[in-house]
């Protein structure tokens, strides 16, 4: 999903990828902690950012981030739990790593809303950037 993706997405359909992802807040939440932290710190962090940032904004404490930047963070959660993607996941080594760019290419593309969100909460940006 790149930002031509987005903007060619409904709000609609995009609330309702942030519907989906809050709905499976609970095995994405499994499968990170199933990552390897040494490895994937970063991926760890900008996951667990992301669940927070649509907690927060499911329940009104943050409502300041357009639903685009929303629909970019759930299908990056999305993503990572879906075990179909480009490198299989149960791959040792390497299975979370298209996740990990992934991720981090979407993470990206909503950097300035992120950015906004982490001097809301009080968070050091170098943890997920």
């Known amino acids: 999903m790149d930002d031509s993706t987005v903007k060619n997405m409904s709000e609609a359909e995009g609330r309702e990828k942030i519907k989906d992802a809050q709905d499976k807040e609970k095995s994405i939440l499994e499968k990170a902690k199933k990552l390897d932290k040494a490895?994937?710190?970063?991926?760890?962090?900008?996951?667990?950012?992301?669940?927070?940032?649509?907690?927060d904004y499911k329940s009104k404490k943050y409502v300041k981030?357009?639903?685009?930047?929303?629909?970019?963070?759930?299908?990056a959660?999305?993503?990572?739990?879906?075990?179909f993607d480009i490198i299989p996941d149960?791959?040792?080594?390497?299975?979370?790593?298209?996740?990990?760019?992934?991720?981090?290419g979407?993470?990206?593309?909503?950097?300035v809303d992120l950015i906004k969100y982490c001097k809301f909460k009080g968070y050091d940006e170098d943890k997920y950037f």
Not at 65 to 75: D, H, N, R
Not at 98 to 104: L, Q
């Open 39 to 55: 490895k994937f710190r970063k991926l760890f962090n900008q996951i667990m950012l992301f669940i927070e940032l649509l907690r």
């Open 77 to 83: 959660l999305l993503y990572f739990l879906n075990p």
């Open 90 to 104: 149960y791959i040792p080594g390497i299975g979370y790593l298209d996740d990990a760019v992934v991720v981090a």
């Open 65 to 75: 981030i357009p639903w685009t930047s929303l629909a970019v963070a759930a299908f």
């Open 106 to 111: 979407l993470l990206k593309s909503i950097q």
